[in-house]
């Protein structure tokens, strides 16, 4: 008897067994995450928040505490994007916790001379990951449209976004994120600003001087 824990694995399993009375050997992977259209989500920060808290379009929602949409004004000129929620960031249901949260605070507060209430804060993908994973490619694709629509209602003069994982999910580039970090990149009507995640940092102390140079790029944005 075999055991299925999610409906991600049932819907796998399904499609291979029809298959295989079609007469197939094999079959290409396929999404089984639903997603949802961007032009059918709501149009305010807060209902779009609503949305978010109820979403079950994923499997991560059903080890998820609670989603995250974000935090900050709608009117903010710069928007923070982090991959995915920490496990600190679901256990405690808040921003700004833990050694990286501390760190982007002092980032925004000491360097850009911004307080954390001016700035949108949110994740490419807004709920904590399984354990230790990142998301799988239909995870992010579900939640995508939420952040699409996010930066459509702010609409900020500058994105950051915070590690390569954040920028590669935001903009669909694998390229080398050494070569683009610290950039100002166009994108639509806005630009961003790829930066090291703090956490990356708090692991790799020695590269807080291109993180500050990096800010001074961002600052400037705003100027």
Not at 111 to 128: I, P
Not at 162 to 182: H, K, M, N, S, V
Request: charge should be neutral; charged fraction near 20%.
């Amino acid at each position: 008897m075999i055991h299925v824990d999610s409906f991600q694995n049932l819907a796998i399993l399904e499609n291979l067994y029809r298959l295989k009375a079609l007469g197939y050997d094999y079959s290409d992977p396929i999404t089984p995450n639903i997603h949802t259209s961007q032009s059918t989500l709501p149009d305010t920060l807060a209902t779009l928040s609503q949305a978010i808290s109820k979403c079950y379009m994923c499997d991560l929602s059903k080890s998820r505490s609670q989603s995250m949409s974000g935090h900050g004004p709608a009117n903010a000129r710069i928007v923070f994007i982090d991959a995915y929620v920490s496990a600190a960031e679901d256990e405690e249901n808040g921003y700004y916790v833990g050694r990286s949260g501390v760190m982007l605070r002092d980032m925004i507060e000491k360097v850009l001379l911004l307080k954390t209430e001016d700035v949108y804060f949110t994740h490419a993908v807004k709920c904590k990951p399984f354990g230790f994973q990142a998301p799988s490619k239909s995870e992010y694709c579900s939640c995508s449209p939420y952040l699409f629509k996010q930066l459509e209602v702010i609409k900020p003069k500058v994105i950051v976004t915070l590690g390569a994982e954040a920028y590669q999910i935001l903009t669909g580039d694998q390229g080398d994120f050494e070569r683009i970090r610290g950039e100002v990149v166009p994108f639509g009507e806005t630009q961003i600003v790829p930066m090291y995640n703090p956490l990356y940092l708090i692991r790799n102390p020695s590269l807080k001087k291109e993180a500050m140079r990096d800010l001074q790029t961002i600052k400037a944005q705003l100027s």
